[in-house]
């Protein structure tokens, strides 16, 4: 996945002007292959306090506000999230407001709302006497990466980014308004101490107290600087894209936070695709003498076939593989893992393992052999497979990491058709492994870790126990 950090002057006070020009670096920051958009503290009304001062009301939001409806409509139309720091309305009448990133979802619906912990107290700038503290850690899952959430002056506490590790957040995500290059500067020690890769969106502009020096930027968990934006010091736009691929960041399978999971072994039955649910198509090509490719659990066939109903006029999920017998899978990773070492004779064991992951299951937690996962793709009402940038299957070698859901570089034309079956799916219920756009599971323990289940519901299963 590609995330973006967007820096820009917002004008001041001006929320639909501000949300407008969010919403259009959300549309370039698609067309440049990024899943996410961070803007820095304040982005939506400015880092003014004495603005929101003097209009609590008019200058704060929730996240179903009016007037961010041109940031929801660019994450829909996208399939972009975005990370949008306002002044959020208290929940009760007469609170104080709060310093919120709302975090909109691909479909514009909210992941999750950070609301800023360490509010800054200094003269001129007092955000405590404004602002209510938040209570609680900002967390989400995109992609199958775990983010982190923090804002500004949050950063100087260095418990913040330690719960944020030991969480098992890859990613740390910081809005703010700083005024100078010694302190963005700091987010490189930041990301090396607690092993994180850090993106910051920092403000930039002439707030009420000081200017937003620019500078976002993102930094390896080395603590090395890949990327920035560039410092303001002149009044205009100055709008920036700070862009970072973060893929070698996903919770892979092999991870022992996803063998950690818990069954509980609901008992549903295994159904044969082809006549428990004839309006799905199954892929001709593939045959095994017992049909086990074609069997699902009947939860994932039922989130199937609402998937299809909400696909676009014209288009069909077309099934290549569903369940794969325990030992089948067993010889599948062998065999990848052969190749892998064989290519790469000086990796250790566990790096072999954790890359062979990447394409196939550690046999011992498999979807595929619970019968909870499937590896499908888009087609025409006529049956002719549609771009989707590489063939199903592809291994990340092959096709150059292309394979994964939120590469680059995709055509315009694969990057809207995995947006579409991402929607559809998603929506039906079911979640993706980021590192093979076909693979979808329902029920397992890589859906239960990604979707926050405290256990799965499918083990692995013969097929002889249907």
């Known amino acids: 996945m590609i995330i973006a950090a967007a820096q820009f002057t917002p004008v001041p006070g001006e929320i639909e002007a501000n949300a407008a020009r969010m919403a259009a670096l959300i549309a370039e920051a698609a067309e440049r292959g990024a899943g996410l958009v961070v803007f820095s503290e304040l982005a939506l009304t400015h880092y003014d306090l004495r603005l929101i001062a003097a209009d609590p009301t008019g200058m704060t939001v929730t996240e179903d506000d009016a007037r961010l409806a041109p ?12 990370v949008v ?10 609170g104080r407001p709060t310093i ?38 900002g967390r989400f899952t995109l992609g199958g990466i775990r983010f982190a959430l923090a804002i500004c002056f949050d950063n100087s506490f260095p418990e913040v980014p330690a719960r944020a590790a030991a969480d098992g957040c890859r990613v740390y995500l910081a809005s703010s308004f700083h005024d100078s290059a010694q302190r963005v500067a700091q987010y490189g ?16 502009g002439t707030g009420h107290s000081g200017a937003g020096c620019g500078l976002s930027g993102v930094w390896l968990p080395s603590g090395e600087r890949v990327a920035a934006a560039a410092e303001w010091t002149v009044p205009g736009d100055g709008a920036e894209l700070v862009l970072s691929d973060v893929r070698d960041r996903i919770t892979l399978m092999a991870d022992p936070a996803v063998a950690a999971v818990p069954v509980r072994e609901c008992g549903e039955p295994l159904r044969d695709v082809r006549t428990a649910a004839p309006e799905l198509l199954v892929a001709e090509h593939r045959y095994d003498a017992r049909g086990a490719f074609a069997q699902l659990r009947e939860g994932v066939l039922q989130r199937l076939l609402a998937a ?41 064991a566990g790096r072999i393992h954790r890359a062979a992951s990447r394409y196939v299951s550690p046999p011992e937690i498999a ?8 590896d499908l793709t ?30 680059p570089d995709l055509t315009p034309a694969a990057r809207t058709n995995r947006r579409v079956l991402n929607t559809a799916l998603t929506a039906a219920g079911l979640v993706n492994y980021p590192t093979e756009w076909w693979h979808w599971s329902y029920g397992d323990r890589y859906w239960a870790l990604a979707t926050g289940a405290d256990h799965a519901l499918y083990g692995p299963k013969e097929l002889d126990e249907r």
Request: net charge negative; with cysteine; hydrophobic share 35%.
């Open 308 to 348: 299809q109903k909400a696909l676009p006029d014209g288009l069909r999920l077309r099934i290549v593989e569903g369940y794969r017998p325990p030992g089948l899978q067993r010889r599948y990773f062998e065999e990848y893992t052969d190749e892998l070492r064989a290519s790469h004779p000086g990796w250790e």
């Open 378 to 407: 888009l087609v025409t009402a006529e049956g002719q497979e549609v771009d989707m940038g590489t063939p199903i299957n592809a291994s990340p070698e092959e096709s150059n990491g292309a394979c994964y859901t939120g590469a």
């Open 100 to 137: 919120s990133s709302f975090v909109l979802g691909p479909d514009g619906a909210l992941l999750t709302r950070y609301d800023k912990v360490h509010l800054f107290g200094g003269e001129g700038e007092d955000e405590s006497a404004l602002f209510a503290p938040g209570s609680a850690d």
């Open 189 to 204: 020690q930041l990301a090396r101490e607690h092993g994180l890769q850090v993106l910051l969106a920092n403000g930039a």
């Open 85 to 94: 720091n306002a002044a959020g309305r208290a929940a009760g009448d007469g």
């Open 367 to 374: 979807p595929h052999s619970a019968g909870g996962a499937v």
């Open 71 to 82: 940031v929801r409509e660019a994450c829909r139309a996208t399939g972009v999230a975005a």
